[in-house]
């Protein structure tokens, strides 16, 4: 049974920093792909940020540049570094990854509980 427990949410004024956490348990985690995706009140989850066993990574047009997604595969984590927050950003952040080991944005079905994130003007 895969386990995804995020932590590291809160809230930031503008222009701030946060570090999101995903530990995973439940399988052999360096072997795929993990992922971050985000949900703002009122609208859909959107895709965030991937990182493959190979550590490439991925990222939404609307966080390159700020964010940076990382994987320590001894600690079975993933983290999300968040730089130069704006309210837009304002959403849960949920950690997921897949029994594929390259999934598409639509293949990812184990998630985690999600943390908030809030960031003020």
């Known amino acids: 049974q895969v386990q995804l427990v995020e932590s590291g949410g809160g809230l930031v004024q503008a222009g701030g920093s946060l570090r999101l956490s995903c530990a995973a348990s439940?399988?052999?985690?360096?072997?795929?792909?993990m992922a971050w995706f985000r949900q703002a009140p009122g609208k859909e989850r959107e895709f965030v940020s991937s990182?493959?066993?190979?550590?490439?990574?991925g990222y939404a047009d609307s966080v390159k540049g700020r964010f940076t997604i990382s994987r320590d595969n001894a600690k079975n984590t993933v983290y999300l570094q968040m730089n130069s927050l704006k309210p837009e950003d304002t959403a849960i952040y949920y950690c997921?990854?897949?029994?594929?080991?390259?999934?598409?944005?639509?293949?990812?079905?184990?998630w985690g509980q999600g943390t908030q994130v809030t960031v003020s003007s």
């Open positions: 997921a990854t897949s029994h594929y080991y390259y999934p598409r944005t639509d293949q990812y079905n184990y």
């Open positions: 439940g399988r052999t985690f360096s072997s795929y792909t």
């Open positions: 990182i493959r066993e190979s550590s490439n990574t």
